[in-house]
């Protein structure tokens, strides 16, 4: 499936969606359904002891919480920006939640300047991730970090 078709579905999705869980939530089963490289999809939350802490996902278990500055999405995180990583394996801090895992993309989902979530998506092969992918999923990024903060249960902590 392309990424314009996904984002399509994905706006008339959410545009029910009442909080950030259930976004989350929905943007991880259409992604991991909808590409089938994709071994691994969800969504980190920034937790008020400086980590990450695992929010709704697709995919084999996940590390439950992460050190915000290390590993593949604590880079992301701190430096609020896509990271794609090619091969987990090279990076010296890389955090294997699963060690199928070879390479890894993850989007920070942004409200300006803050980082809400962290989009993480892990692939069995390595080289996976492409700029296509890197467009494709910071667009799903945009539209799922206007749900983040929405109502009870919205994910993240509250604005």
């Known amino acids: 499936m392309e990424y314009e078709t996904v984002c399509r579905q994905l706006?008339?999705?959410?545009?029910?969606?009442?909080?950030?869980?259930?976004?989350?939530?929905?943007?991880?089963?259409?992604?991991?359904?909808?590409?089938?490289?994709f071994f691994w999809v969800g969504f980190y939350l920034p937790d008020d002891d400086d980590s990450l802490v695992v929010g709704p996902y697709q995919g084999p278990l996940a590390c439950i919480r992460l050190p915000a500055g290390r590993g593949v999405c604590g880079d992301a995180f701190r430096r609020k920006e896509t990271v794609i990583v090619p091969d987990v394996h090279a990076v010296p801090?890389?955090?294997?939640?699963?060690?199928?895992?070879?390479?890894?993309?993850?989007?920070?989902?942004?409200?300006?300047?803050?980082?809400?979530?962290?989009?993480?998506?892990?692939s069995e092969r390595k080289n996976a991730f492409t700029e296509d992918d890197r467009a494709g999923l910071e667009r799903v990024a945009e539209l799922v970090a206007l749900r983040i903060g929405?109502?009870?249960?919205?994910g993240g902590r509250e604005q």
């Open 150 to 154: 929405r109502g009870p249960g919205a």
């Open 93 to 122: 801090d890389h955090i294997a939640c699963d060690p199928r895992s070879n390479s890894e993309i993850v989007v920070p989902l942004r409200q300006g300047d803050k980082v809400v979530a962290v989009l993480d998506v892990d």
């Open 11 to 37: 706006e008339s999705v959410l545009a029910d969606a009442p909080n950030g869980v259930s976004a989350m939530a929905s943007t991880a089963a259409l992604l991991h359904d909808s590409f089938p490289h």
